[in-house]
């Protein structure tokens, strides 16, 4: 059985939040997302001072959980384009959400005939049309 995770009693209320205790005092979300984030008094720790209510908010939260060294920013909705877009950036464990385990769905690469060719085969494209 997966360890119960407990939320930092300092978070705001919602579906994000810090871990309480697994801090590596990162400060990353400080950098990218500090609408979303505050520092616990006297603890060296992180916590959601704002859950995200705009698209670019939510942009800034995600890419804080992309960015954090230890998944400590956690989600405990069950909003399936959330578990996609973190599965994306290989973050699908910090959703609580068992069904929100998502295979990791990272773009794709183009087919190799859509790739421009590279510089090599340019050279040796050019050194044949030269033979
Ligand atoms: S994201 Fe985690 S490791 Fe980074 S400052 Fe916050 S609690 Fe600490």
Partial sequence: MMPRIVPHPSNARGDFYVEDGCCLTCAVPFDI???????????GQCYVKKQPA???ELDRMLAAIAAAEAQCIRYKGRERAIGIRLAQTGDGAVCDAPELHIAEDRPRPCPAENRPP?????ISGWLRSRI
Wanted: aromatic residues 10%; charged residues 20%.
């Fill in 54 to 56: 705009t698209p670019a």
């Fill in 118 to 122: 590279s510089l090599l085969q340019r």
């Fill in 33 to 43: 997302a500090p609408d979303l984030f505050a520092w616990v008094e006297g603890e």
